[in-house]
């Protein structure tokens, strides 16, 4: 090679995986760049002061699924993670009712026994089942899924393993895992429980970023896949990291850069540069080159396959299956700045309810409905939200006595049929407040601040094809074996050098940071072997 | 029927769970709502509100006060100017220890000190024609911790006279009116402090704290969540991480201060020349260097934590582990060498959910206990022995910058 390469490893993009893989490369020697295209790293995960003294979390806002491994890898405590716990989850009824989980199992117990005492013992029995299933794929989270396309001797054992792995497991826990891969949370949740809002509240694990509805095929797989995090070893549980989630990347760039990593902020890479085959370097949007002999793309699989490479550098099935891989975005956010508490009317003096999610999603009815929208081409009339006022738990997410709130919101899909999002942006958000107005009548005198996040934003800002949260589907067919294409779901790409290890790699989006670990694992496993 | 704090009325109405201890004869929550974990937090992110008041305390009055105390406390007093609040420990003429405690220093000829087990009869028996009274003030005061990052902004805006405050400072001010006396001190390991009220005035400044503190998401905390900060901050407990020597049966159960990790009290040892009661015992330990332990940390590789737990197939136990208790700790996996031996014993294991990791306070032999050195924890999964590898590490875990930095 002609060029003296400036640096080992370049990383196309500054969102948490991207940031974990640098930090992996650059531990372990190779001299790694982080470009990214904005002003700040993170992605979908960061937090921003909109309103002076008021810290938003645009995008992402809970955590659940990080590898417990990199945090120790990465020594990111000691750069500055904090995940704090949410000590309840509030989920209000259309009738006025209300369901309520705390920090303790009996506590749950009496509480959804208001509803239901079958469903209450039926609670422990199906939490129970769950964990059973993630602590049978929690190592898959950890692992390079196989190529099954590939009769090496390495893929061969890495099939065997799987495997060994499942065949071991119990019948009833594969049969449950089966269920959950291919059919409806619906489906299951009915054979647990009878009472409409803990079927809703569960249920809403299964949509959430995914364009299905509780009874659709696949909302299993996403009711899996939120129940996979943990917090401490308690599957399910997820947290709030100190300043949001932005907190958290900050985090991984401080700890990235402690192991040498340069990051470079409002830098946009235009292209992929080949030579024979090879990736040898980045060329920027301002025209500037950089050379390096590993470049890892941090983009999803679209932006990976179709817009740094060349397609016509690129096997022409692989090509297709990317163009076929779906974004189909079906969510949005809505942000407010508050003045203070929202009143739930049946627990008109106590506020300590909102230490966690507040879950609009009452019933499996209230939630397909909204999918019905959807299906159709408009935002839901009644949209699910996932709002969590985070300042209930970092005082240094507000001015004292202030407050921050998110909703997460679906269903508000990418392609409006009679309209587009410009025209949309504040009618979604006058829906979102009027929703949660309709639980929380003092709602509207609260509000300082809104800020609308529609699909199109997180497209444009993040980069997320079609908003899409989780860089691709979870679909099955679009997981696993298949993230983001069979015989592509190692890392690897067709071009020498060139790596992907975005959310659109196994195993999938979520605030993880496997995919960036198992991408640097392949690396630095492909780089030995030379 | 059990004792209450002058905070008790709040105590009562606040304590949801009403899982409380027996502290020393009083009614003390062991927490106030189901997640222990959150009360913890709250003096990491926070701000965190402990009742400390079942707290043994003495007032030492006297023109001949100071050199009373220079005579019984291992410390030199001389080091503690008015204004100043300072972390001892007294020992037995054998240079064990006999316990540890906090002493402030509010006026010229007067200290207080704070005691976990009764001392009146222990320091008034060593007064002798000294001009010095002690009273036991336990039941006049009250005592409030307000430990967090946030324990500054919120005392600020009920009192102009914490600001400034150095670590191990104290003040003389007014909180919601009431006389109080605030040093900036804790158990948590934090930026915090700790306010001395009157019994009669305990309320209103507890009101106060708590009006102001809501804005600040001011958590009220029990003893394990306590319990867990301590552990973290490398502070020890009497009862737990030792055991007063002036109970003790055999030597076995008695620390030097060497032993408890405590040398540094003793830095200046060859320079002051005051006799204090354990001085030759403890410099002819020092001098043999006898210590037979090391007080020490141990963290858990947690790779392997995990993966022991896995492979019998259960989930390996996190969240909310805590134990102060004795735990064997061995030179090596005894499940796999049976020349593994006994080099030690935990006395205080957390599953700390801020360092997301399994440490503890253990005594390691001396000739053992070198920093980065490896060992094992003894601890039971599904009913029988495993050996989970650990490293040595200096006390503190935790240690922010805030805790001591000079803040305004
Ligand atoms: C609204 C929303 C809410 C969510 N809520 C949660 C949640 O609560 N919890 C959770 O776990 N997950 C949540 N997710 C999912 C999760 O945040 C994402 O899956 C994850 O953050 C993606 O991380 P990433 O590093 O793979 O990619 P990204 O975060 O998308 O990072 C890609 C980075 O590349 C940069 N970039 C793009 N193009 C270029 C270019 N040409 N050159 C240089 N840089 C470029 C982008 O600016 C971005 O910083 C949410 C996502 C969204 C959008």
């Keep these: 090679m002609s060029e003296i390469a400036k640096y080992d490893a370049i990383v196309i993009g500054g969102g948490h995986n991207g940031l974990v893989n640098a930090a992996y490369l650059a531990k372990s020697g190779l001299k790694t760049v982080v470009l990214e295209r904005r002003h700040l790293v993170g992605g979908a995960a960061i937090t921003e002061e909109l ?49 309520q989980f705390g920090a303790d199992d009996y506590f749950n117990y009496h509480q959804i026994a208001r509803h239901s005492r079958k469903d209450a013992e039926a609670y422990a029995d199906y939490s129970h089942m769950m964990g059973q299933v993630c602590q049978l794929l ?119 850069q402690a192991f040498g990593a340069e990051i470079r902020l409002n830098t946009a890479v235009s292209q992929l540069i080949t030579r024979n085959g090879q990736a040898v370097g980045v060329a920027l949007e301002n025209g500037d080159e950089l050379y390096a002999n590993t470049i890892v793309s941090a983009l999803d699989p679209r932006r990976t396959f179709l817009q740094l490479a060349d397609p016509r550098e690129l096997p022409s099935d692989l090509v297709t299956n990317i163009e076929k891989f779906k974004f189909q975005g079906t969510s949005a956010k809505v942000n407010f700045a508050l003045n203070g508490l929202p009143t739930y009317p049946a627990l008109p003096n106590r506020t300590d309810m909102y230490r966690g999610f507040i879950n609009i999603g009452p019933s499996m009815d209230y939630l397909e409905r909204a999918f019905d929208d959807a299906k159709y081409g408009t935002f839901s009339k009644r949209p699910y939200l996932d709002c969590c006022i985070q300042s209930m738990i970092d005082p240094d997410m507000t001015p004292p006595g202030k407050h921050i709130m998110s909703c997460f919101v679906q269903y508000a899909p990418y392609k409006l049929k009679d309209s587009d999002w410009e025209t949309e942006r504040e009618n979604l958000g006058d829906t979102v407040q009027k929703t949660f107005a309709s639980f929380f009548p003092n709602f509207n005198d609260l509000i300082l601040h809104r800020e609308v996040v529609t699909p199109l934003d997180i497209e444009r800002k993040v980069g997320l094809s079609e908003g899409n949260i989780f860089a691709g589907e979870f679909l099955t067919p679009q997981m696993y074996f298949f993230r983001p294409a069979a015989g592509w779901n190692q890392y690897r790409t067709p071009i020498k050098g060139y790596y992907q290890c975005g959310s659109g790699t196994h195993p999938g989006g979520c605030v993880m940071g496997a995919p960036g670990q198992l991408a640097a694992r392949q690396i630095l496993g492909d780089l030995q072997k030379k | 029927m059990i004792k209450r704090s002058p905070f008790h009325p709040r105590l009562v109405e606040s304590n949801e769970t009403m899982f409380w201890d027996n502290w020393v004869g009083y009614a003390s929550p062991t927490q106030y709502q189901y997640s222990t974990v959150f009360e913890y937090f709250s003096a990491r992110n926070a701000v965190a509100l402990f009742d400390s008041s079942p707290l043994f305390k003495y007032r030492i009055k006297g023109a001949d006060a100071t050199r009373f105390l220079s005579g019984v406390l291992v410390r030199d007093v001389a080091k503690c100017p008015v204004g100043r609040a300072q972390y001892t420990i007294w020992c037995n003429d054998a240079g064990f220890v006999l316990e540890d405690g906090v002493l402030l220093h509010v006026a010229e000829d007067e200290y207080w000190l704070t005691a976990a087990e009764p001392n009146l009869k222990h320091f008034s028996d060593l007064v002798g024609r000294q001009q010095v009274e002690i009273s036991d003030i336990s039941e ?91 552990i973290e901050a490398g502070l020890l407990l009497i009862g737990v991480d030792f055991a007063s020597a002036r109970f003790a049966w055999v030597d076995a159960q008695r620390e030097t201060p060497q032993e408890l990790g405590l040398g540094w009290m003793l830095k200046g040892l060859a320079g ?63 499940n796999v060498n049976a020349n593994s031996e006994y080099v030690g014993y935990v006395t205080s294991l957390l599953f700390s959910p801020l360092l997301k990791r399994h440490i503890a306070i253990a005594k390691i032999a001396s000739g053992v206990a070198a920093a980065g050195a490896r060992v094992f924890v003894e601890m039971e999964v599904l009913h029988r022995s495993q050996y989970f590898p650990a490293q040595i590490t200096r006390l503190p875990f935790y240690n922010p910058a805030r805790k001591t930095a000079v803040v305004e």
């Design chain 1, 138 to 256: 929690k190592p898959l989270l950890s692992d390079i899924p196989p190529n099954i396309l590939s009769d090496e001797p390495e893929e061969v054992a890495r099939k065997a393993r799987l495997a060994a792995h499942l065949g071991g497991a119990d019948g009833k826990v594969l049969t449950m895992l089966t269920r959950l891969l291919t059919g409806s949370a619906a489906e299951i949740l009915d054979d647990y429980f009878e009472s409409d809002i803990i079927k809703g509240f569960l249920s809403s694990s299964g949509i959430i970023g995914t364009k299905v509805g509780p009874r659709s095929q696949g909302s299993g797989l996403v009711l899996l896949f939120h129940s996979l995090g943990e917090i401490d070893g308690t599957f399910g549980e997820w947290g709030f990291h100190k300043r949001g989630n932005g907190g958290f990347t900050q985090t991984v760039a401080r700890a990235a």
């Design chain 1, 51 to 99: 309103l002076p003294g008021f810290q938003f979390t645009t995008f992402s806002y809970a955590i659940s699924l990080l590898r417990p491994d990199i945090v120790h890898d990465l020594e990111l405590v000691k750069h500055g993670m904090m995940v704090l716990p949410m000590p309840t989850t509030f989920a209000p009824m259309e009738n006025g009712d209300y369901l």
């Design chain 2, 140 to 230: 006049e005061y009250g005592i409030l911790a307000v430990q967090g990052p946030h324990s500054l902004a919120v005392l600020r805006q009920l009192t102009k006279g914490v600001a400034g405050l150095r670590y191990f400072g104290l003040t003389e001010t007014k909180i919601a009116k009431k006389p109080v006396v605030v040093s900036r001190t804790g158990f948590t390991g934090d930026l915090g402090y700790e306010i001395w009220v009157k019994r009669d005035d305990a309320l209103a400044v507890w009101d106060a704290l708590r009006e102001v503190g809501q804005g600040y998401n001011l958590t009220l905390m029990g003893s394990r969540a306590l319990s867990m900060a301590r």
């Design chain 2, 272 to 334: 002051d020349k005051r006799p204090f009661i354990g001085r030759t015992a403890i410099e002819h330990a020092i001098s043999h260097n006898t210590a037979r332990w090391q007080t020490v940390g141990l963290m858990l590789d947690p790779a392997v934590y995990e993966e022991i737990h896995n492979r019998q197939g259960i989930i390996a136990p996190k969240a909310d582990m805590l134990y102060q208790d004795t735990l064997y700790v061995y030179s090596d996996d005894y």
